[in-house]
T-cell receptor
């Protein structure tokens, strides 16, 4: 089945530790994204990547890092510099469209809790 | 600066009736709009979209209406079913130079409850 796979589903981290969330897609999509959801805040864009070896900061990139070494993979590292890392993280992907709307599709999400 | 607003945090309707979810936007550059449905602890599921060249798009029980002059869109669900109970997010994007657009801006969501 084609889709977007995030792992792990649940992750606990001690303060001061970095943690990496995995995201893999087999949809052959060019663009990939990381969003964060907090209660009452909707979805906020952390980073996005349009093509391999290229990525851009979203609205709340501070304290996060990403890489895009392969088309299928877009891991997100939550660093110790992120002040409020406890959240629900969502990976997404889309086809790059030249002249029409961009529908993005989401993975199942990863819960990160800092203890 | 919230560019996409869903002013109703929650909505409750009876099964079989119409559900109307509203969304307002402020950025006049937005030209593509989407609705997503989300259950707790799951990723959002794409429902329906509309381009700014249209004012209506229909897919089964779901219809999205766009009023560009008012910068307003709405999602109608008819008839509503208990399985429709979820959080609904409105999202919008703007074509960047060259015609490609990659970023979606989301509203904060509306919790729809459909009562049997």
């Amino acid at each position: 089945d084609g889709g977007i796979t995030q792992s792990p589903k649940y992750l606990f981290r001690k303060e001061g530790q970095n943690v990496t969330l995995s995201c893999e897609q087999n949809l052959n999509h060019d663009a990939m994204y990381w969003y964060r959801q907090d209660p009452g805040q909707g979805l906020r864009l952390i980073y996005y990547s349009q093509i391999v070896n290229d990525f851009q900061k979203g609205d709340i990139a501070e304290g996060y890092s990403v890489s895009r070494e392969k088309k299928e993979s877009f891991p997100l590292t939550v660093t110790s510099a992120q002040k409020n890392p406890t959240a629900f993280y969502l990976c997404a992907s889309s086809i790059s469209r030249g002249n029409s709307g961009n529908t993005i599709y989401f993975g199942e999400g990863s819960w990160l809790t800092v203890v | 600066d919230q560019q996409v607003k869903q002013n109703s945090p929650s909505l409750s309707v009876q099964e079989g009736r119409i559900s109307i979810l509203n969304c307002d936007y402020t950025n006049s550059m937005f030209d593509y709009f989407l609705w997503y449905k989300k259950y707790p602890a799951e990723g959002p599921t794409f429902l329906i979209s509309i381009s700014s060249i249209k004012d209506k798009n229909e897919d089964g029980r779901f219809t999205v209406f766009l009023n560009k002059s008012a910068k307003h869109l709405s999602l109608h669900i008819v008839p509503s079913q208990p399985g429709d109970s979820a959080v609904y997010f409105c999202a919008a994007s703007a074509s960047l130079s060259g015609g490609s657009n990659y970023k979606l801006t989301f509203g904060k969501g509306t919790l729809l409850t459909v009562n049997p």
